[in-house]
């Protein structure tokens, strides 16, 4: 069974990595990403993945970490969930550009604690 340390800190390396996927996929721009519906569906399956992980992270390093939005991730998450294939495009290309950075640079910062410390 994996420590909730190391759960978290994985947890934290796979939002990294979906943040920065997201962050690949829309270089190509606005226009390409409303016309392409695969690209459509990667990056709302990479927000999904975000969103999950910050659900999962422990309650404690959320605490630890109060400038990282983990509850309006996962309320995000449940909201592309239940748009079943009804993708809100403007609105995710706004979140992408508007928020993504800032949620990016503070994961970066989070520092996982082992419990007693």
């Given at each position: 069974?994996?420590?909730?340390?190391?759960?978290?800190?994985?947890?934290?390396?796979?939002?990294?990595?979906?943040?920065?996927?997201?962050?690949?996929?829309?270089?190509?721009?606005?226009?390409?990403?409303?016309?392409?519906?695969?690209?459509?569906?990667?990056?709302?399956?990479?927000?999904?993945?975000?969103?999950?992980?910050?659900?999962?992270?422990?309650?404690?390093?959320?605490?630890?970490?109060?400038?990282?939005?983990?509850?309006?991730?996962?309320?995000?998450?449940?909201?592309?969930?239940?748009?079943?294939?009804?993708?809100a495009?403007?609105?995710?290309?706004?979140?992408?550009?508007?928020?993504?950075?800032?949620?990016?640079?503070?994961?970066?910062?989070?520092?996982?604690?082992?419990?007693?410390e």
């Amino acid at each position: 069974m994996t420590d909730p340390t190391t759960a978290d800190q994985r947890r934290i390396d796979d939002m990294l990595d979906m943040l920065r996927d997201i962050r690949e996929q829309l270089r190509v721009g606005r226009e390409v990403f409303v016309r392409d519906r695969n690209l459509q569906k990667v990056v709302a399956y990479d927000l999904m993945i975000l969103g999950e992980a910050a659900s999962k992270v422990s309650q404690r390093t959320q605490k630890r970490n109060p400038k990282v939005p983990w509850t309006e991730l996962a309320t995000y998450r449940n909201e592309l969930i239940h748009e079943y294939g009804s993708l809100a495009l403007e609105e995710t290309w706004e979140f992408a550009q508007r928020e993504l950075r800032q949620i990016e640079k503070g994961l970066g910062k989070v520092r996982v604690m082992p419990p007693g410390e």
